[in-house]
């Protein structure tokens, strides 16, 4: 049992707030998952930087790379900046510091650690952050151990990432098959396989719906999914649907949640349009160019 949370704001009104309301959201669910939590926020910034999201060992790790433009740091995340043309030097050089990349894209930033929600939200300053729309993950581990390497979001793809409610009985199968195409897992967990079986789909030229739709055919097993892209989110329940789910849109954001707990808090949600999300539906946003 795990809790997942998703927001989108359809104007800009939300996106000064997009982090406190996804905190407080995590919060709600901790009782879903409280063993670790993160979450994925995309700016609004226009930037022709790549960045990239590691998990530190000390803030001084870094501060003698090269190549990198601008570093901030939340937590024991930072988030450094780097010109596309020095992406490959970037990432080997975090390689040969055995620094954990847990995120790439031109407007994705992705925290995520072990612990309470709240906590977890609180050392990353979650509420003070601003962004065009998020989502979050709170994790009971069940079939792995406590650590960074089970905690979702999980990025498989430049300005993409993944959250899942469920377990998928094909997930050794699948790894393998993404394997033969040169797409590889790092971890053991079944979520991050379903990342890269999106990932792949995409660099096939899929779009996101496509991908998702494609994945009715290919994932066995138990899912709710929100996936993050750098124009939108998408959502995607498995055929019968055993876990929860339930979404609202108001005249100014899209809300996705677990429980409808999650949702309550949110603004306007009075006047919502709620529903729970339609077994094999994809249902997917985009913002406007």
């Known amino acids: 049992m795990c809790g997942i949370v998703g927001l989108f704001a359809k ?20 009782d879903r998952g409280p063993d670790s ?3 994925a926020l995309y700016t609004d910034e226009k930037v022709d930087t790549l960045k990239i999201t590691v998990q530190l060992d000390g803030p001084s790790s870094i501060d003698t790379l090269d190549d ?25 050089s975090l390689a040969r510091l055995n620094l954990r990349v847990v995120g790439t894209g031109h407007r994705m930033e992705l925290f995520k650690g072990v612990g309470h929600p709240r906590d977890v939200a609180e050392s990353f300053e979650l ?13 009971m581990a069940t079939e792995s151990a406590v650590t960074i390497d089970g905690a979702h979001p999980f990025s498989t793809g430049l300005d993409l990432c993944l959250v899942h409610n469920g377990s998928l009985s094909n997930h050794a199968s699948l790894r393998r098959r ?3 195409e040169g797409v590889h897992v790092k971890t053991e967990n079944d979520s991050e396989v379903a990342a890269a079986y999106i ?12 991908a998702l739709s494609r994945a009715l055919d290919d994932l066995d097993g138990f899912f709710t999914f929100v996936v993050g892209t750098e124009a939108g989110f998408g959502v995607l329940r498995d055929p019968i649907s055993c876990k929860p789910a339930v979404m609202a849109e108001t005249d100014d954001l899209i809300a996705f949640a677990s429980e409808y707990r999650a949702l309550a808090g949110l603004p306007g949600i009075e006047q919502a349009k709620v529903w729970e999300p339609e077994p094999a539906q994809v249902y997917f946003w985009e913002r406007a160019a």
């Open 68 to 92: 990198v433009n601008a570093v901030h740091y939340r937590g024991d995340h930072g988030v450094l900046h780097v010109p596309l043309s020095k992406y490959d030097q970037v990432i080997s």
């Open 11 to 30: 104007t800009e009104k939300p996106q000064a707030h997009l982090g406190l309301h996804l905190s407080q959201m995590l919060d709600s669910m901790a």
């Open 127 to 139: 509420a003070s952050m601003v962004g065009t729309h998020g989502l979050g993950h709170t994790r």
């Open 199 to 210: 990932t792949w789909r995409l660099g096939q030229g899929l779009t996101l719906r496509e």
């Open 178 to 180: 993404l394997a033969r």
């Open 37 to 39: 939590a993160g979450v």
